[in-house]
């Protein structure tokens, strides 16, 4: 039986999934800033700001920023003195993020075209690991977040910010009508693209819930692991360590 992955709400191989993951991101890169906006009220800006001050970004240290190609995230740190490098499966949300780095006078940035599940980098190569808002969109996560720990040197620290599971019940209900219903039409109105923002609603509600997520940072090698939920899950910072 030929082994397949969730699509959204579908089943696929992991090699169509890649394939239209690949294409959602091309469709909506140019208005992927404003469609965060829109979508969380501009809350997504605040989540952010507190994952980058989670992180602590320090000067002359390294730190590989994955699915980062917009530059939001590497942005916020580069401002500490850090070396970031911004990777990126996709290569029209790459190019965002470096017409933006023009556009604010940001020359520090490494760009690189990766997928997150075979990094070309070695081994013990960075000082820290980030991805926000992009490992619910990897093919094989176990696959990533095992790549992550391989590029961490020894005291290296993972840290993701992605949405979950709200687990406040009134909350839970009208995220629910928001997500399926009228975030779709958002997509359409905004960025005329309906069908990628209904997947992006679905690979919410499939992502694995905060303790399941927890325990597969584990299984990748990382030690001291740790849940923040904001807004009752509406989203997650996890973090660990290598050690």
């Given at each position: ?8 709400y579908?089943?696929v ?15 909506v ?15 997504h ?11 602590k970004p320090?000067?002359?240290e ?12 590497a942005f ?13 499966i ?13 556009e604010?006078?940001v020359?520090?940035?490494v760009w ?21 808002f992009?490992?619910r969109?990897v ?7 095992r ?11 993972f840290?993701?910010l992605?949405?979950?599971t ?31 923002y209904?997947?992006?609603?679905e ?11 927890e325990?597969?940072?584990r ?21 660990g360590?290598?050690?």
């Amino acid at each position: 039986m030929t082994e397949t992955v969730s699509f959204g709400y579908e089943q696929v191989s992991p090699e169509e999934k890649t394939r239209r993951v690949r294409g959602v991101f091309s469709s909506v890169a140019s208005k992927y800033d404003i469609m965060n906006d829109a979508m969380s009220g501009g809350m997504h800006r605040l989540w952010k700001d507190h994952f980058v001050h989670r992180v602590k970004p320090r000067a002359g240290e390294d730190i590989l920023d994955m699915a980062g190609g917009t530059g939001d995230i590497a942005f916020r740190m580069e401002k500490a003195g850090a070396n970031i490098t911004v990777s990126d499966i996709n290569p029209d949300m790459l190019a965002v993020g470096m017409e933006r780095a023009v556009e604010r006078g940001v020359d520090t940035l490494v760009w690189s075209e990766q997928n997150a599940e075979t990094l070309t980098f070695p081994d013990r190569h960075f000082d820290a690991y980030t991805i926000a808002f992009g490992i619910r969109n990897v093919t094989d996560i176990p696959a990533a977040l095992r790549e992550a720990h391989r590029v961490l040197r020894f005291g290296g620290r993972f840290f993701c910010l992605e949405f979950s599971t709200v687990e406040w019940p009134g909350l839970s209900k009208a995220y629910d009508i928001y997500s399926h219903h009228l975030l779709p039409r958002l997509g359409k109105v905004i960025a005329g693209d309906e069908d990628s923002y209904r997947y992006l609603a679905e690979s919410i509600r499939k992502f694995p819930p905060m303790p399941e997520f927890e325990r597969m940072i584990r299984e990748a090698g990382f030690v001291q692991t740790k849940v923040e939920p904001i807004l009752g899950g509406l989203v997650a910072i996890h973090s660990g360590w290598k050690v």
